[in-house]
């Protein structure tokens, strides 16, 4: 097997080569940004998840301890 490729034709094929890895590097490029916004997504999600539920315990804590006190000073009041 002989090697007659000229120059130009080596020229061509690293010229490709480099527009394949050009594209390779900003489809991962691309990739890893979505993955972040993804995971940026998550979290924001969670921690909205998270707040609402503590927002929800705290209302219900007031709510009952606001009725234990009433009850308490209504009780000492009429006793």
């Known amino acids: ?9 080596f020229e061509e094929a690293f010229y490709e ?3 394949l ?3 390779r590097r900003e ?3 691309r990739d ?6 993804r995971r940026s997504a998550e979290r ?9 539920i503590l927002l929800t315990l705290t209302l219900i ?3 009952v301890g606001v009725t234990v ?8 009041a009429l006793g």
């Open 32 to 37: 890893a940004v979505s993955r972040s916004r």
């Open 1 to 9: 097997m002989k090697m007659r490729q000229s120059p130009s034709h």
């Open 44 to 52: 924001v999600r969670k921690r909205g998840t998270f707040r609402f």
């Open 17 to 19: 080569e480099m527009q």
């Open 69 to 76: 006190a009433m009850f308490e000073v209504l009780y000492v």
């Open 61 to 63: 804590a007031t709510a």
């Open 27 to 29: 489809r991962l490029r």
């Open 21 to 23: 890895e050009r594209n």
